[in-house]
Antibody, heavy 119, light 108 residues
């Protein structure tokens, strides 16, 4: 069973870059889509974007100008960078994997990590 | 962009059947997935590809999808089913993963 673990700083200052890592165990990184999804306090789920094991990616149109995702299969890690953050980027950030090979819908989720944007 | 519409809340008594709807333009032509999120926890998939249950999900959970509405049904509702439920599709036009706004299920 795949296990996903997000890590990164719990707080970021406005205008700075949010950087998160997702460590993957129990499964291959190739042949799967990996998505980052976030949830602002008391709000619903927002898809940030996906990256395929080969490196191809697509991002939420609303965040596209600020988002970069990457995959390092040799380290079994994913990364998310979100630039020029504001308080509206405060959220729990989840790393997810497609439920089936080549499926873009998230089937497996990490426990999430809370990032607070505050000066 | 593709929009999924869910009722904000649904309430049922224990032992009854809960039905949570997810509306979208011709959603019946898409594959719908459902997630359960209990307070303070990460979402868990309870239905995938319209009506399939992941390993470990009780048979009480089922899904249907036709026309402009997908439905998650929970038979013999238990106190432990109280949670937020989200529907989700992949929109091929935008190549985006899309979530509904979520429905809070209250067990009376």
């Amino acid at each position: 069973q795949v296990h996903l673990q997000e890590s990164g700083p719990g707080s970021v200052k406005p205008s700075e870059t949010l950087s998160l890592t997702c460590s993957v165990s129990g499964g291959s990184m190739t042949s799967y889509y990996w998505s980052w999804i976030r949830q602002s306090p008391g709000k619903g789920l927002e898809w940030i974007g996906y990256i395929y094991g080969s490196g191809s990616s697509n991002y939420n149109s609303l965040l596209k100008s600020r988002v970069t995702m990457s995959v390092d299969a040799s380290k079994n890690q994913l990364s998310l960078k979100l630039t020029s953050v504001t308080t509206t980027d405060t959220a729990v950030y989840y790393c997810t994997r497609g439920g089936l090979p080549a499926a873009k819908s998230p089937g497996f989720w990490g426990q999430g990590t809370l990032v607070i944007v505050s000066s | 962009s593709y929009v999924l519409t869910q009722p904000p809340s649904v309430s049922v008594s224990p032992g009854e059947t809960a039905k949570i709807t997810c509306g979208g333009n011709n959603i019946g032509s898409k594959s719908v997935h459902w997630f359960q999120q209990k307070t303070g926890q990460a979402p868990v998939q309870v239905i995938y590809l319209d009506n399939s249950r992941p390993s470990g999900i009780p048979e009480r959970f089922s899904g249907s999808n036709s026309g402009n509405t997908a439905t998650l049904s929970i038979n013999w509702v238990e106190d432990g089913d109280e949670a937020d439920y989200y529907c989700q599709v992949w929109d091929s036009n935008s190549d985006h993963v899309v979530f509904g706004g979520g429905t809070k299920l209250t067990v009376l």
